[in-house]
């Protein structure tokens, strides 16, 4: 608007500011207020969204608060090694400690069919203790209960079976079971292992695109003040070049200083997701310990 109100300004003084000048610096000037329109209403949306996804009673929705994250966002380049990252996603990953209860249940199994293979020999006890009185009489029944005590026996019983066919097939298929549980396992640790690696290599590239981003919004910032300079200067006489040009070179520069800070607004974002989705790979993501 400072721009339009310039070139409107030189238009009265005299005819540097051009009347195409002129209209390109107000549709420009429309352009933002349209842009700046649609960002309240992303901003309104995305607060809904959020109390649609919180479904908070006291959060209702079409509320005139406003959303403010407390949070600030993180540009801090990654502190990690891959290593690191991989051996927490091994010992955290709820895949990992699903497979290793599978190997360990499986390793039961093979232990019970390994004693179903061996002779059983056991030891037999019974203890006896109870009165019959023939008049079916409550008391005479207690009576002759204390009357003839307890009574006892024990024995050995051993068994081996001659026929071993079913109870090697069962000991067989458990050993099958076991490997086949180990070789799972061992598929869970590679995807894992390359899920936090690809996790990490995203967030190293992310932070590089951010730190890239940032380099040419500084760039674009130093054109846009380089510009002003030069008009303020051309202004106050120092030069004779055309004022309502160089109003048009900051409008432009103005335009890609905005398009580069857009970018750069969403490197920003991309690696704030890039850190949740590695913390998700390394399934600490909601975590809580020491």
């Known amino acids: 608007k400072s721009i339009v109100d310039q070139l409107e300004q030189r238009e009265q003084l005299d005819r ?3 009347l195409s000048e002129l209209l390109r610096a107000r549709a420009a000037m429309s352009e933002r207020e349209a842009d700046l329109i649609r960002s309240r209403m992303a901003i309104r949306s995305a607060e ?33 090694e891959v290593e690191n990252v991989a051996r927490a996603a091994l010992q955290y990953r709820p895949e990992m400690a699903q497979g290793q209860y599978a190997v360990r249940s499986t390793g039961l199994q093979i232990d ?10 056991n030891l037999i006890g019974e203890l006896g203790y109870a009165g019959i009185d023939p008049g079916r009489d409550l008391g005479g029944a207690y009576n002759d209960l204390n009357d003839h005590g307890a009574g006892w026996s024990a024995g050995i019983s ?6 071993k066919g079913f109870a090697k097939s069962l000991y067989q298929r458990r050993l099958l079971e076991h490997q ?26 992310s ?24 008009i303020e200067l051309a202004e106050g006489g120092l030069e004779r070049a055309s004022i309502g040009y160089r109003l048009q070179l900051l409008l432009d520069a103005l335009n890609r200083n905005q398009s580069v800070e857009e970018q750069f607004l969403v490197s ?4 704030n997701y890039a850190i949740s989705a590695l913390e998700q790979a390394r399934g600490t993501f909601l975590h809580f310990g020491d």
């Open 16 to 18: 540097e500011a051009t």
């Open 112 to 121: 019970r069919a390994l004693h179903e293979l061996r002779p059983q020999l």
């Open 158 to 163: 051993f068994s081996q079976s001659l026929e």
């Open 268 to 271: 920003v974002v991309q690696y």
């Open 180 to 205: 086949q549980s180990i070789h799972n396992l061992q598929n869970v640790a590679n995807e894992i292992i390359l899920d936090s690696l690809v996790s990490f290599r995203e967030l190293v590239v």
């Open 48 to 80: 809904e969204r959020l109390r649609s996804l919180v479904n908070d009673p006291l959060l209702k929705m079409g509320a005139a608060g406003e959303m403010i994250p407390l949070s600030r966002p993180i540009l801090s380049p990654p502190g990690e």
């Open 207 to 230: 932070y590089q695109d951010m730190q890239a981003k940032y380099q040419a919004v500084r760039a674009s910032q130093e054109e846009v003040e380089q510009l002003r300079t030069q």
